[in-house]
Nanobody, 115 residues
Framework: QVQFVESGGGLVQPGGSLRLSCAASGRIFGYYTWGWYRQAPGKQRNLVATIASGGTTTSVDSVKGRFTVSRDNDKTTLYLQMNSLKPEDTAAYYC?????????WGPGTQVTVSS
């Protein structure tokens, strides 16, 4: 009954910015780490960034300095601020717990970086 729904994707030019949102519904008990994942065509779904229950964040090297993960104070909405976007950032973006639970995948939101 836990659901994540991503939004905020779109078409953006290289160097542009987008802010993705992830709304969580249903009860999630206990402390957990939230993660953003992405999947490019023909490639596997990979972790991009995380935020722990205490607020500590991590990100993969390829997005450090460009992407920032955050959450609302009510801890029901996750964000990914994406700056200085590159064509290689083009992918469907998903949120989930970390480690992920296969039952929690939402529809994803498509980010396309192209001129």
């Amino acid at each position: 009954q836990v659901q994540f729904v991503e939004s905020g994707g779109g078409l953006v030019q290289p160097g542009g910015s987008l802010r993705l949102s992830c709304a969580a519904s249903g009860r999630i008990f206990g402390y957990y780490t939230w993660g953003w994942y992405r999947q490019a065509p023909g490639k596997q779904r990979n972790l991009v960034a995380t935020i722990a229950s205490g607020g500590t964040t991590t990100s993969v090297d390829s997005v450090k300095g460009r992407f920032t993960v955050s959450r609302d104070n009510d801890k029901t909405t996750l964000y990914l601020q994406m700056n200085s976007l590159k064509p290689e950032d083009t992918a469907a973006y998903y949120c989930n717990t970390f480690p992920h639970d296969s039952n929690y995948w939402g529809p994803g939101t498509q980010v396309t970086v192209s001129s």
